[in-house]
């Protein structure tokens, strides 16, 4: 199997935080979300990962290209798309292919004007009177007009509606369909991410958490919920942000240990839940 994108050991300090030996590959043909708590360092992994911040150490690949001996030619082939529009809002469709086409030796107008007329976008109106989806989808056209073998997204669905979301998750399922491209996506809206991801990168304040298949990720752990009375000391010694009221109690267990928990009501977990949990006391996931 191919890597698309690969990050080896990559590593920043700043006066107030470090990020540390972050290590992870993105396959071709799949999309990865990439997750953790506000704060952790995943906008400053992908500024890194496109060479918008000096790394102090570590290594970046993309289709088998270190990003820094051929910067140039692997910025032809990556699209990427911020939480909020980044270019001049005074600017119209036609001003915006204007002042992009430029940059990149693919661009196809016939293909951005088909986009715009797929993603029904205003053509005269400044980008200013765009909704949030609208710039969304603009932003798309232009990372998918110049043939990106690699979209990077931070946090793009961030103040979209369901049905805004929902289009946006549909272009990236059918972006990857050929098996030559491939999408990073961080986000907060980890139900996003069950619905389209096929692996999962997890950092925690600066450290590697966790990085995977999606569905071994949940897979790995259970819910665990009820009464006091229920739970062994030896259970509890084992049970992942353990909480309690003044009858029951809940928390995260991994699945390996289910043959304990016989006698206790366990259910399956959505990525959020993996995450609060584990976060509760800093758990390892190891």
């Given at each position: 199997?191919?890597?698309l994108l690969e990050?080896?050991?990559?590593?920043?300090?700043?006066?107030?935080f470090?990020?540390?030996n972050?290590s992870?590959?993105?396959?071709?043909?799949?999309i990865?979300?990439?997750?953790?708590?506000?704060?952790?360092?995943?906008?400053?992994?992908?500024?890194?990962?496109?060479?918008?911040?000096?790394?102090?150490?570590?290594?970046?690949?993309?289709?088998?290209l270190?990003?820094?001996?051929?910067e140039?030619?692997v910025?032809q082939?990556?699209?990427?798309?911020?939480?909020t529009?980044?270019?001049?809002?005074d600017?119209?469709?036609?001003?915006t292919?204007?002042a992009?086409?430029?940059?990149?030796?693919?661009w196809?107008?016939?293909?951005?004007r088909?986009l715009?007329?797929d993603?029904?976008l205003p053509?005269?109106?400044?980008?200013?009177?765009?909704?949030?989806?609208?710039?969304?989808?603009?932003?798309?056209?232009?990372?998918?007009?110049h043939?990106?073998?690699?979209?990077i997204?931070?946090?793009?669905?961030?103040?979209?509606?369901?049905t805004?979301?929902?289009?946006?998750?549909?272009?990236?399922?059918?972006?990857?369909?050929?098996?030559?491209?491939?999408v990073?996506?961080?986000?907060?809206?980890t139900?996003?991410?069950?619905r389209?991801a096929?692996?999962?990168?997890?950092?925690?304040?600066?450290?590697?958490?966790?990085t995977?298949?999606?569905?071994?990720?949940?897979?790995?752990?259970?819910?665990?919920?009820?009464?006091?009375?229920?739970l062994?000391?030896?259970?509890?010694?084992k049970?992942?942000?353990?909480?309690?009221?003044?009858t029951?109690?809940?928390?995260?267990?991994?699945?390996?240990?289910?043959l304990?928990?016989?006698?206790?009501?366990?259910?399956?977990?959505h990525?959020?839940?993996i995450?609060?949990?584990g976060?509760?006391?800093?758990y390892?996931?190891e």
């Amino acid at each position: 199997m191919n890597n698309l994108l690969e990050v080896t050991d990559l590593c920043k300090s700043f006066s107030d935080f470090r990020l540390d030996n972050i290590s992870f590959s993105l396959p071709c043909g799949y999309i990865m979300g990439f997750i953790g708590p506000n704060g952790s360092g995943k906008t400053t992994v992908i500024k890194l990962i496109l060479n918008m911040l000096d790394r102090d150490g570590g290594e970046i690949k993309i289709d088998g290209l270190d990003m820094l001996v051929n910067e140039k030619q692997v910025k032809q082939e990556i699209g990427a798309i911020f939480d909020t529009y980044c270019l001049c809002e005074d600017w119209n469709i036609a001003d915006t292919e204007k002042a992009l086409s430029p940059f990149f030796k693919k661009w196809d107008s016939k293909k951005y004007r088909q986009l715009i007329t797929d993603f029904t976008l205003p053509e005269k109106l400044p980008v200013k009177r765009y909704s949030r989806g609208m710039q969304m989808k603009l932003m798309l056209a232009c990372a998918l007009s110049h043939d990106a073998k690699l979209l990077i997204l931070d946090e793009p669905t961030t103040g979209l509606d369901p049905t805004a979301r929902d289009e946006l998750l549909t272009i990236l399922a059918d972006y990857i369909s050929d098996g030559t491209k491939s999408v990073l996506f961080s986000t907060h809206i980890t139900s996003d991410l069950e619905r389209i991801a096929d692996y999962v990168t997890y950092i925690q304040y600066g450290k590697m958490v966790y990085t995977g298949g999606k569905d071994e990720f949940i897979d790995s752990f259970r819910r665990v919920t009820g009464g006091h009375q229920e739970l062994a000391v030896t259970q509890k010694e084992k049970i992942i942000g353990y909480r309690r009221t003044s009858t029951n109690f809940d928390g995260m267990i991994k699945a390996c240990d289910m043959l304990s928990f016989e006698n206790i009501q366990m259910e399956p977990l959505h990525i959020e839940d993996i995450m609060i949990y584990g976060n509760m006391e800093g758990y390892s996931y190891e």
